[in-house]
């Protein structure tokens, strides 16, 4: 099956700092999805990208599906931007599940 | 807030217990997925359901079963319970507009402890 490697696997940050997030796909998908996991292990929706870029607030997210890859990028980080992000897809011809990623581990200190 | 209910939040039960998590779906979703979320399994996919009728399954164990009822509801029944089955469990829907393309929604999840 289609595998999600994400990267990198843990991030500290300082308040204010930027990040970028990477999404490595192993096959062609029709669906790709980033989410945010918060401390109370609620999965945020945070975009719908199976291709092309995305904005929404301090957060973008751009997919290039002809390489494989997507990039979630998180501007001016703050302390509730802490929590997981994982990056899911599903792969063009397979089924139609969402297959995860191990994610990234944020920590934003004030 | 999604719109995709799961009920109960929290559940505490003993091994060999039989207990069942409820998920309401998106008003409009004819999708429904379960996924489990383990300290060392990350998140993994059970079990789909389309109107009714389960269209993919994943790592569900046997003891582990599911269904999609005429409202959409669905029940994800977890049996013969273990100290390993201890875990969140989701459940998640989509509006399905074919070839796996539809934008899935999560609920809060279900956490189950078994002592």
């Known amino acids: 099956g289609i595998q999600v490697e994400q990267s990198p696997p843990d991030l500290i940050l300082q308040e204010g700092a930027n990040s970028t997030l990477r999404c490595n796909f192993s096959d062609s998908v029709n669906n790709l999805q980033w989410f945010h996991q918060n401390p109370w292990g609620q999965l945020i929706n945070l975009f719908y990208i199976p291709s092309g870029t995305k904005q929404n607030g301090r957060l973008s997210a751009t997919t290039v599906a002809t390489e494989r890859y997507s990039l979630l990028y998180i501007s001016s980080s703050q302390t509730t931007d802490s929590g997981v992000y994982f990056c899911a897809v599903s792969s063009q011809g397979g089924s139609e599940k969402l297959v995860f990623g191990k994610g990234t581990k944020l920590t934003v200190n004030p | ?115």
């Open chain 2, 1 to 115: 807030d999604s719109g995709v209910t799961q009920t109960p939040k929290h559940l505490i039960t003993a091994t060999g217990q039989r207990v069942t998590l409820r998920c309401s779906p998106r008003s409009g979703d004819l999708s429904v997925y379960w996924y489990q979320q383990s300290l060392d399994q990350g998140l993994q996919f059970l079990i789909q359901y389309y109107n009714g009728e389960e269209r993919a399954k994943g790592n569900i164990l046997e003891r582990f079963s599911a269904q999609q009822f005429p409202d959409l509801h669905s029940e994800l029944n977890l049996s013969s319970l273990e100290l390993g089955d201890s875990a969140l469990y989701f459940c998640a829907s989509s509006v399905d507009r074919g070839k796996g393309t539809g934008e899935l929604f999560f609920g809060e999840g279900s956490r189950l402890t078994v002592l």
